[in-house]
């Protein structure tokens, strides 16, 4: 399964697994830590790492989506440039600049949160994730400037990207579809022969009811519907089903992917935009109060993709049975065929 699409969504589901492994040691020590590791400063450190750690891979998943919906338009409703452009060495391009970027994207998050010192009521040290002086300084210029970064670029800039080319993808894939039908229906038929080897052609009549079964009937279920896409690079003659070829499928697993993270980060950044047009009063009443119900959404956002492929992919699920759950199959094909007989004999003789 070794594609250029496939590359992308390796790197997706890698971004995925980072946040969701990631989560877990976080979200233990605040269930379960009690209020002496809550108020440790090493812990408040470990909270400022896994924020760092999580949003830098969060945003990496989300740019490598918006790449996904990128390479499926153009393989969808650009054809003739997608084997020039949806190659190997693009998606491993593009997904080097991504992992890259990412990072240095998040540098202002990086320069606004620290741990600072506190006393609870009863006087003992406290240790929280506070806005470092810097954030605060010059009139909150870097809090802002991480807002207006977070909200703008990491959070509405995919979202409106993905609510214009998914349309867009949805429109080609029609298209597509329609034309493929009207070549098969314009498809030259070969001369029908009768049942006793005479050639129609002596039988006019009998001749344009062949053609026309053949060319809008007959032919459509005879014509190999073979659509080849190296953003793809499947074969479609293995994985067709029902009439949809693979390249329906994948899109159609990837416009869900990309609905879901729709779905999910859209609100994230909506409120993160009107925390910077209203400023502190609304991030600590709205924003952080919604805090884990949104993180709740960015992981079952990351951990359903899994399900997807399955569900909607049936080469991934042939090539998931054939890696982990073969071991018996393959025992079964290397047995020897003289084994196979006297094993068929033994169990029909007790039958």
């Known amino acids: 399964m070794t ?16 946040v969701e492994v990631e989560y877990i040691p976080y979200a233990t020590s605040s269930l379960l830590g009690g209020d002496q590791l809550m108020a440790a400063k090493e812990h408040a450190l470990y909270v400022l790492i896994h924020a760092h750690l999580s949003h830098v891979c969060h945003t990496i998943a989300i740019w490598l989506t918006v790449s996904l919906a990128v390479w499926r338009w153009v393989a969808v409703c650009r054809p ?6 949806c190659t190997m060495v693009h998606a491993r391009r593009v997904l080097l600049t991504v992992y890259l970027a990412c990072p240095a994207l998040a540098t202002p998050t990086f320069l606004m949160y620290t741990v600072k010192e506190y006393h609870n009521k009863a006087g003992a040290k406290v240790f929280r994730v506070d806005f470092s002086t810097l954030a605060l300084a010059h009139d909150e210029l870097l809090k802002k400037i991480n807002f207006l970064v977070y909200s703008v670029l990491v959070k509405l800039v995919p979202c409106l990207l993905l609510t ?3 349309p867009a993808i949805i429109r080609g894939m029609w298209v597509a579809k329609s034309r493929r039908q009207r070549l098969v229906c314009r498809r030259p038929s070969a001369p029908v022969s009768t049942t006793n080897g005479a050639n129609n052609n002596s039988d006019p009549s009998a001749t344009t009811s062949a053609r026309r079964f053949s060319r809008c009937g007959g032919g459509k279920k005879s014509a190999v ?3 080849l896409s190296l953003a793809d690079g499947v074969d479609h003659k293995k994985t067709h089903k029902k009439g949809e070829g693979a390249t329906e499928r994948t899109t159609s697993m990837l416009l869900v992917v990309m609905l879901l993270f729709l779905l999910t980060e859209a609100p994230q950044g909506v409120l993160t935009g009107l925390s910077l047009v209203y ?3 609304f991030f600590s009443d709205c924003y952080i109060q919604l805090g884990d119900f949104m993180d709740l959404l960015a992981l079952i956002n990351s951990a359903i993709n899994f399900v ?7 080469q991934f699920r042939d090539t998931f049975v054939n890696l ?3 071991a018996c199959t393959r025992h079964k094909a290397t047995m020897p065929t003289s084994t196979k007989s006297v094993t068929i004999h033994a169990h029909n003789s007790h039958i």
Do not use: Q
């Open 225 to 227: 519907k073979k659509s």
């Open 3 to 18: 594609t250029p699409t496939n590359l992308l969504l390796l790197g997706l589901a890698v971004a995925d697994l980072l």
């Open 164 to 166: 214009v080319l998914m």
């Open 279 to 281: 400023g502190h009063d």
């Open 308 to 314: 997807l492929y399955c569900v909607m992919s049936l």
């Open 324 to 326: 982990y759950c073969g």
């Open 80 to 85: 003739h440039a997608a084997p020039s452009i």
